[in-house]
């Protein structure tokens, strides 16, 4: 059907009083959970409308209908009704996923005809506000551990993968970059501010952390809290190919670090035990930590190798050269007689070899 400029006008502006009034009717009618569903599906039939006859001016009334689920999902009822433990989850869900699936929708419905502004905020709002659902049923699910270094880590890691889906975004072009960097740094400071509290302010080896800690070696709540960060950095590193190389190259030595710190911390644990907050550190302690250092390090180097990756390979150096501080420093103080000889003898044959091998990388 083709209008003409103005009345495509007037009529765009005749729908979006007509669903206003129907909106605000909604409002006094309908309770908490399905007032959000009916703001959600005038939004799909004002998508509904603008693809079938072309009226622009829909776009605007879809972009406030969002802000306002935004104010519903975040303020009123917001957060503290969705959390609240005697909500029924059926009606959290009513509230929180079906808005969500019918914007999906509308964003589906829209792709034809190009509204991008509409579509923007349609796709921001399913991203972080999905998120915003995800924190709800994990606090709801774990409750009281919500404030253990395990929960916070994971609410910080649902909180990266929000920013992530934003810088994602970001890569179908730039028009629209004045909302989705602001939008993902936010995330982004959150989410790490979260993971920092997590995993330093509360980490495990403390007094206040080790509490928390539950389940057997290696598959216990210490690898949900660094395990679960660092996969998401890992990905987010491997499909964000189009940011700067050098925010790229923070998030894998973030998403590093936080492996390191796993399997370090899941060593304290196996020498400590429940003591793994304590001041004690015990020789065969101080040997696995150089041997996993070592081990590290030289499957570093035979990934440069593989990679023929010149930074990789330094950084692997720079692993055996730490783990050798280490062990003159530190290990061998405790040794004595043939036992400190041998194990001299031992270390200088494995830096004969890998000076080699670095020798023959770099030719």
């Known amino acids: 059907m083709d209008w003409p400029d103005l009345p495509t006008r007037l009529a765009g502006g005749t729908v979006i009083a007509a669903l206003s009034l129907i909106a605000f009717a909604l409002m006094l009618t309908l309770s908490t959970a399905a007032l959000s569903v009916a703001i959600a599906v005038m939004i799909v039939i004002?998508?509904?409308?603008?693809?079938?006859?072309?009226?622009?001016w829909l776009g605007l009334f879809i972009q406030l209908a969002v802000a306002v689920l935004g104010w519903r999902f975040l303020i009123?009822?917001?957060?503290?009704?969705?959390?609240?433990?005697?909500?029924?989850?059926?009606?959290?869900?009513?509230g929180?996923?079906?808005?969500?699936?019918?914007?999906?929708?509308?964003?589906?419905?829209?792709?034809?005809?190009?509204?991008?502004?509409?579509?923007?905020?349609?796709?921001?709002?399913v991203w972080s506000l999905g998120a915003v659902f995800a924190l709800i049923l994990l606090e709801r699910a774990l409750r009281s551990d919500i404030d253990s270094f395990w929960g916070l880590s994971l609410a910080g890691s649902i909180l990266l993968i929000s920013m992530g889906a934003q810088l994602y975004r970001?890569?179908?072009?730039?028009?629209?970059?004045?909302?989705?960097?602001?939008?993902?740094?936010?995330?982004?400071?959150?989410?790490?501010g979260v993971l920092l509290t997590a995993l330093v302010g509360m980490a495990p080896i403390m007094s206040w952390g080790a509490r928390d800690i539950a389940g057997p070696l290696l598959l216990d709540t210490i690898a949900i809290a660094y395990l679960a960060p660092t996969g998401v950095l890992a990905v987010l590193v491997w499909k964000l190919d189009h940011i700067h190389r050098y925010l790229r190259a923070a998030f894998a030595g973030l998403s590093a670090l936080m492996?390191?710190?796993?399997?370090?911390?899941?060593?304290?644990?196996?020498?400590?035990?429940?003591?793994?907050?304590?001041d004690a550190i015990s020789q065969g302690e101080l040997y696995s930590y150089t041997i996993a250092m070592m081990l590290g390090a030289v499957r570093l180097l035979f990934f440069a190798l593989v990679r023929r990756s010149d930074l990789l390979r330094k950084?692997?150096?720079?692993?055996i050269a730490v783990t050798i501080a280490k062990v003159f420093l530190i290990d061998m103080s405790g040794l004595n007689g043939l036992v400190r000889v041998a194990s001299f003898f031992g270390l200088g044959l494995a830096l004969m070899g890998l000076a080699w091998l670095n020798r023959a990388m770099e030719s």
């Open 315 to 319: 950084l692997a150096m720079v692993g």
């Open 170 to 192: 970001w890569r179908k072009g730039v028009r629209f970059a004045w909302v989705l960097v602001p939008l993902a740094s936010l995330l982004g400071l959150l989410g790490f």
């Open 96 to 125: 929180y996923a079906v808005p969500l699936a019918l914007m999906g929708v509308a964003w589906w419905v829209m792709r034809p005809i190009k509204r991008l502004g509409a579509q923007l905020a349609l796709e921001s709002a």
């Open 76 to 94: 009123d009822p917001g957060i503290p009704w969705a959390s609240w433990w005697k909500t029924p989850l059926w009606e959290v869900a009513l």
């Open 259 to 278: 492996g390191v710190a796993y399997i370090a911390i899941e060593i304290r644990r196996f020498w400590q035990g429940e003591q793994i907050a304590s």
């Open 46 to 56: 004002a998508a509904l409308i603008d693809r079938r006859l072309d009226m622009p």
